[in-house]
């Protein structure tokens, strides 16, 4: 599965890295630090990653190629 993350968006909460930390990474300045091909058995975990981010900055699976955000 694709993700992308809208990094003008993500004010690094940090819900993301809690929740799937596996594929999320807090870098200090640079910020968020992410997968974009996210193995099938962190799936899951990223849809909760997803529903979890305060400013809604993860678009998930289907909508990364519909460009929806
Ligand atoms: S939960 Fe959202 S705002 Fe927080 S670090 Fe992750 S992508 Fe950014």
Do not use: K
Request: hydrophobic share 45%; net charge negative; with cysteine.
């Amino acid at each position: 599965m694709q993700i992308v993350v809208d990094l003008t968006r993500c004010q690094g909460y940090a819900q993301c890295v809690f929740l799937a930390p596996e594929v999320f990474e807090l870098h200090g300045e640079e910020g968020l630090l992410y997968t974009t091909a996210v193995p099938d058995d962190q799936v899951e975990r990223v849809r909760q990653a997803a529903a979890a981010c305060p400013v809604q900055a993860i678009v998930v699976g289907e909508a990364v190629s519909a460009g929806v955000r």
